[in-house]
């Protein structure tokens, strides 16, 4: 069965206290995996896609890494505007328009 | 300024009252998607048009209607709502990623809010 699973569920953080979050995937072959972020009460915002094992992305303070099996999101001297819930999705191969989500994690950087 | 906007924001509604929310945006996208997002299940996709009158089944469409006459709307429609379909929707839209052949989602509008009781 196709999965996405983000981990930690939650993550609280000092200010400039860099850490990762992981999204592991399992899916019959991949065409895409997705970052988006989530503030309170909105919709998410679109982070980026990687495509291939080894690429990587990079964003301020955010760097996305992809394997075979996972990614990672490194966050990089996170600050207290870097709070968000991180979502995660991925598209198979055999899918044009669909994407599989994450339940996300919650990330908390306390100042 | 790039937008999705969607309305109403919030709706408390009763069982099987029809009601319409509305999904526009300004970008002249081709793609847009209505997903709903329920605690710890993620975001389920409901419905997504690639165009106008084209339009196709996401994974929950059980309950839903949608249609695409012009190309900046996308309005989904519950006919019959039930409690099952309380949840936070989000209306979204893309262009075709380049080279790629496939819609990023990369434009979220900024939710609807549905109870229904």
């Known amino acids: 069965e196709d999965q996405v699973t983000q981990s930690p569920e939650a993550l609280r953080l000092q200010e400039g206290e860099s850490s990762s979050l992981n999204c592991s995937y399992t899916?019959?072959?991949?065409?895409?995996l997705f970052w988006y972020r989530q503030d309170p009460g909105k919709g998410p915002e679109f982070l980026f896609t990687?495509?291939?094992?080894?690429e990587e992305k990079e964003k301020e303070r955010l760097k996305a890494t992809l394997t075979k099996k996972e990614s990672f999101l490194h966050i990089t001297a996170p600050k207290p505007e870097d709070s968000a819930t991180y979502l995660c999705?991925?598209?198979?191969?055999?899918?044009?328009?669909?994407?599989?989500w994450g339940a996300g994690t919650k990330l908390i950087i306390k100042p | 300024e790039a937008q999705v906007t969607q309305n109403p924001r919030y709706l408390i509604t009763v069982t099987g009252k029809k009601l319409t929310v509305t999904c526009s945006q300004n970008?002249?996208?081709?793609?847009m998607s209505w997903y709903r997002q329920d605690p710890g299940l993620g975001l389920r996709q409901i419905y997504y048009?690639?165009?106008?009158?084209?339009?196709d089944k996401g994974d929950v469409p059980e309950g839903y209607k949608v249609s695409r006459k012009e190309k900046r709307n996308f309005p989904l429609i519950l006919e019959s709502p039930s409690p099952n379909q309380t949840s936070l929707y989000f209306c979204?839209?893309?262009?075709?990623?380049?080279?790629?052949?496939?819609?990023?989602?990369?434009?979220f509008g900024p939710g609807t809010r549905l109870t229904v009781t």
């Open positions: 979204a839209s893309s262009h075709m990623t380049s080279g790629r052949l496939t819609p990023t989602w990369e434009y």
């Open positions: 970008m002249n996208h081709e793609y």
């Open positions: 048009s690639m165009n106008v009158e084209v339009t």
């Open positions: 899916v019959s072959g991949l065409r895409g």
């Open positions: 990687l495509y291939s094992a080894g």
């Open positions: 999705a991925v598209r198979r191969m055999d899918s044009n328009y669909q994407l599989i």
